[in-house]
């Protein structure tokens, strides 16, 4: 398994983390399939109980809004939805000026400023890279 601390938050936490995804999944108006494949695994990770799991795919109909995805959401759930916001909104490809204006929202609500969401994205950018890799030394194709 990765490293990651997702897992230790309370329920309430991972429900609204996952809550906050799908929000971030649905603001461009689309759902591609690499937001859903992201969706999915991190909705893994959270291990939330089926009836939860449930409905937070129905978020991916009916997204909620970004004001109560963040309600009663902790500091630490808070960070964490950040960094899994930017690479939902960067997945695709693209992060467009409503995502954007979304992640400086949830950045500001858990006291990080705008150069965070610019230090997320380069991360991603050296994930992807990571896995790239990954494939040439395996020789496979993108």
């Not at 991972?14 to 690499?34: M, V």
């Not at 950045?107 to 050296?126: E, H, Y």
Request: charged letters at 30%; hydrophobic letters at 40%; one cysteine or more.
């Amino acid at each position: 398994m990765l490293p990651d601390q997702l897992h230790e938050l309370s329920t309430e936490d991972r429900f609204s983390y996952a809550k906050l995804l799908a929000h971030l999944s649905r603001i461009d108006g689309e759902l591609t399939f690499e937001e859903m494949a992201l969706f999915e695994s991190r909705l893994g990770t959270a291990m939330l109980p089926p009836s939860m799991r449930k409905q937070i795919r129905q978020y991916l109909k009916q997204p909620p809004s970004l004001e109560s995805a963040l309600k009663d959401m902790s500091q630490k759930a808070g960070r964490l939805a950040l960094r899994d916001s930017v690479l939902m909104s960067a997945i695709d490809g693209e992060i467009d000026d409503d995502e954007l204006e979304t992640l400086y929202i949830i950045a500001d609500k858990f006291g990080m400023d705008k150069s965070a969401i610019t230090n997320l994205v380069d991360w991603c950018q050296r994930g992807w890279a990571w896995m790239k890799e990954g494939l040439d030394i395996l020789g496979l194709e993108e």
